[in-house]
């Protein structure tokens, strides 16, 4: 993949040297070239602030021009096949800092990232449901979920408002529920009985995704109809990778139950 294995050949000190180097001199060229043929901030001839001034007022222009530049940079990589993980490896940043920096970069076109050349875009996003009350893991799953396509993810904290979401008329049905099992007022192996046991819900993918690998909890799990159990893994990385897993399976390749 593209940006995968991202790695400086100089360390971050010599990088910076280099960077702040090149940067003086471009600064300078420009402030020659352009003293005429821009309006710098009003300075008298005699004042001695004028030159930093002037550069100053440079570097801010700079600044922002490589904002829109590292923007498009990130955009390229996307639809060449990166993700938020190698995107924000190769400027210094973690997936999460990439992704504050850049939102929405896997929906800046029609086009599908080619890092899931399989995938087509869908007529309509589909709807996910996460149950899951640790903040962490829910971002987690967002991200990733947010480099597969068009996902419009609702996320509650415990069955109850699950059930609430799923018995309101105006919300959208989901094609897929991503359930947590340890969870406050109602916990995932509850919620999982009461969905696998309504009419109305039962034909809803139900994809267990929990910490826990007790025999218990798979048996019961599986027991009480649920679609998939995945037990997280504790590296990001894998993380993300089962994650995606689910959404193409689940998404991208069965076919789903019509909706009511």
């Known amino acids: ?94 997936r999460q800092g990439a992704r504050r920096r850049w939102p929405g970069l896997f929906h800046h076109s029609s086009e599908a990232p080619l890092e899931h050349p399989m995938m087509t875009t869908p007529a309509r996003p589909f709807d996910v449901l996460l149950v899951e009350d640790d903040m962490a893991d829910a971002l987690l799953i967002e991200e990733a979920l947010s480099e597969r396509g068009a996902r419009n993810l609702v996320q509650v904290t415990d069955g109850v408002a699950a059930l609430e979401h799923l018995r309101d008329a105006t919300s959208a049905r989901p094609d897929l529920i991503v359930l947590d099992l340890n969870m406050p ?49 504790v590296n990001l990385d894998e993380f993300e990778h089962a994650v995606r897993s689910i959404d193409a399976f689940y998404l991208d390749t069965i076919t789903r139950p019509p909706r009511p």
Do not use: W
């Open 1 to 94: 993949m593209p940006g995968k294995d991202f790695a400086p050949q100089t360390t971050p000190e010599e990088t910076a040297a280099v960077a702040d180097a090149a940067l003086g001199r471009l600064a300078r060229r420009l402030a020659l070239q352009l003293r005429d043929d821009i309006t710098l901030p009003a300075q008298e001839e005699t004042d001695p602030a004028a030159p930093a001034l002037t550069m100053l007022y440079l570097l801010d222009q700079l600044q922002q021009a490589a904002e829109r530049l590292q923007r498009d940079a990130a955009v390229s990589a996307a639809r060449a096949g990166a993700g938020y993980p190698q995107i924000g490896a190769a400027c210094g940043l973690t």
């Open 185 to 233: 007022r109602m916990n995932g192996r509850d919620l999982l009985r009461i969905l696998k046991t309504d009419v109305h819900l039962q034909t809803i993918p139900v994809v267990v995704l929990t910490t826990s690998t007790a025999p218990d909890d798979v048996a019961g799990a599986y027991s009480s109809h649920a679609n998939a159990y995945v037990s997280k893994p």
